[in-house]
Nanobody
Framework: QVHLVESGGGLVQAGGSLRLSCAASGPSFGNWPMAWFRQAPGKEQEFVSTISWKGGYIYYADSVKGRFTISRGSAKNTVYLQMNSLKPEDTAVYYC?????????????????WGQGTQVTVSS
């Protein structure tokens, strides 16, 4: 079993920054890619970013490219999402995901394990 726990969400003004963290634990967790998705009220879940095990492959949604940065901690079981220049349309619940697949993908159903989510609210 694998557990993912997100933290770092909160309320911030437009133009501000937040850093989300996601820690993976469990004996099954291995050299897995990890990803961030988000879901705003009344909207479908949206891919945000994904990163490979060693960080060599990184993908971003066009809506966050240039503003968000994904990275992994030195222990590799933690993934971060640095969010700068936040906009009100970034308001959503942000979810961390992981899967025992060889490559990072942008398709949510591909990911087997999910965190509980952390709320990010950007005020105008």
């Amino acid at each position: 079993q694998v557990h993912l726990v997100e933290s770092g969400g909160g309320l911030v003004q437009a133009g501000g920054s937040l850093r989300l963290s996601c820690a993976a634990s469990g004996p099954s967790f291995g050299n897995w890619p990890m990803a961030w998705f988000r879901q705003a009220p009344g909207k479908e879940q949206e891919f945000v970013s994904t990163i490979s095990w060693k960080g060599g492959y990184i993908y971003y949604a066009d809506s966050v490219k240039g503003r968000f940065t994904i990275s992994r901690g030195s222990a590799k079981n933690t993934v971060y999402l640095q969010m700068n220049s936040l906009k009100p349309e970034d308001t959503a619940v942000y979810y961390c995901a992981a899967d025992p697949s060889p490559s990072p993908v942008q398709d949510a159903p591909q990911y087997q394990y999910w965190g509980q989510g952390t709320q990010v609210t950007v005020s105008s």
